[in-house]
């Protein structure tokens, strides 16, 4: 009796469906929210009196937190739960917003700047309940329709923003404004109908893993709190995604279990993620990363340079080029189907289109090639994120889905360290330098691709991974 009524739970799709729509709501906030301040934060810290190198310092201090805590975060979803964490991460960033819209002195602006830095992790944590949610072959078209949503409040974000900062005291409306936005998303979040959806893992055996789960009576209580039911102990001679010695046994993680149990599991995680055989994926990422933003790096300055472009045209561009990117969202799950979510080989393909492009825009004689470029790499690009995303999932198991996706945005992390670096070496010798550099780096993604992939199996897995 206990087995039917939970089958039922887990197939009821209703909840499902909520949450999902719910949570696009949240990724369309989330950014729109951060986007009306991040345009505003240089000009603030300067009108607080920071010369240009104290600037630049505390204005690092946001990607160097992010950088350590991404994983870290991501992984404590996996123990805790995504409920909780999202309501955790949501409003320490509201309090962080909060805080920067009281920031009248450096010292409190990079107060401010701390728990955002922390626990900015909401969008991490909706990829990985979404990839709960939903099957394996759904996966890549949910997400990109929340890749989508996220993106048309990143473009919608900086109008609001310059409108408020037009009026006197601009910048602290648009901070409060943005703070209550991540309050009104933990709303949300808080509202969201868990107990009418089973929150479940992707394995190979999960119907079997199912009805053995609902004998535990523990069903009910792991949808309510959103938490991961992680069951027994991996079994190390088992190294498919997924497998556990003697089954998948379902139960609750509580969030008040102590803190050094919650850190022990944290720490196993991600050790596991370490010693896996996904470190190609992780490189491919970090190149692309990098080759993606050497391409943006000095967008406006070389267009004035090369073609004596205005920069209100140029603002135009990149305007263009990120509604085509948010457009392209919804093209990930059509591309998906056509490919059989085949995501290796629709992962290299979009790999050796991003570098033909940069290549493209790097010769380029005219702004018309520009703007074919800009028009193409948007859509390669989109694509591109939600298939290596997908492959991380698929090779390293949902049941570790925050902690892969939060290692996902430590590695891009990385990239944003380095690729100003990069950027600034490779302008001293032309405008034309750094996607340059930006090809050279996609040809070596290329490369590692097409040496990797054949080790791969046709849906992205391979017996090596250990998680």
């Known amino acids: 009796m206990n087995s039917q009524r939970c089958s039922t739970l887990f197939q009821k799709p209703g909840g499902r469906t909520s949450i999902i729509q719910c949570i696009y709501v949240v990724g369309f906030m989330d950014l729109f929210g951060v986007s009306m301040i991040i345009p505003l934060l240089s000009h603030h810290v300067k009108a607080l009196g920071a010369s240009p190198t104290v600037a630049g310092i505390v204005g690092s201090t946001y990607g160097i937190l992010q950088l350590f805590s991404s994983t870290v975060v991501g992984s404590w979803s996996d123990v805790v739960g995504r409920r909780y964490s999202l309501l955790t991460c949501l409003l320490l960033s509201a309090l962080g917003y909060g805080l920067l819209g009281m920031s009248t002195s450096i010292a409190l602006f990079v107060l401010a700047r701390i728990p955002v830095g922390l626990f900015k992790h909401s969008l991490s944590i909706c990829r990985a309940l979404l990839s709960d949610l939903v099957s394996e072959s759904e996966r890549p078209l949910v997400m990109g329709h929340f890749n989508a949503a996220s993106s048309v409040g990143f473009i919608l974000g900086p109008v609001v923003g310059g409108y408020l900062t037009e009026h006197e005291g601009g910048f602290y409306t648009s901070s409060f404004t943005c703070a209550a936005i991540f309050l009104i998303n933990a709303g949300l979040v808080w509202m969201l109908p868990w ?20 004998h535990d009576n523990n069903c009910s209580k792991s949808a309510h709190n959103g938490s ?17 010695r003697g089954g998948l046994r379902w139960r609750e993680v509580s969030l008040l279990q102590p803190a050094w149990r919650q850190l022990y599991s944290v720490g196993s995680k991600i050790h596991m993620v370490a010693s896996s055989d996904m470190w190609d994926l992780f490189l491919v990422r970090l190149l692309m990363a990098i080759a993606i933003m050497l391409y943006y790096s000095n967008f406006s300055l070389a267009m004035e340079e090369r073609f004596s472009l205005k920069p209100k045209v140029t603002g135009y561009l990149i305007s263009y080029s990120s509604t085509l990117g948010a457009l392209a969202g919804f093209l990930v799950g059509p591309v998906t189907q056509l490919y059989g979510n085949n995501m290796p080989a629709l992962l290299l393909h979009s790999t050796v289109l991003t570098c033909s492009l940069i290549f493209l825009y790097a010769a380029a004689p005219s702004v018309w ?16 994120r939600t298939c290596i995303t997908d492959l991380e999932l698929q090779r390293g198991g949902v049941q570790a889905s925050g902690t892969l996706i939060g ?20 302008q001293e010798f032309s405008p034309c330098g750094p996607p340059s550099l930006g090809v050279v780096l996609a040809l070596a993604a290329v490369g590692l691709l097409l040496i990797r992939i054949p080790k791969w199996d046709g849906r992205g897995m391979t017996k090596k991974v250990k998680l």
């Open 195 to 214: 107990s009418e959806a089973l929150i479940h893992r992707n394995h190979t055996n999960s119907s079997n893993s199912t009805r053995k789960g609902c």
């Open 228 to 244: 991961h039911v992680t069951g027994a102990e991996i079994d190390p001679g088992s190294r498919a995604p997924g497998k556990y």
């Open 369 to 384: 090639q520009v703007l074919l470029t800009s028009t193409f790499f948007a859509i390669s690009t989109t694509i591109g």
């Open 407 to 426: 290692a996902g945005q430590s590695v891009t992390a990385v990239g944003r360290v380095v690729a100003p670096l990069l950027s600034g070496l490779a």
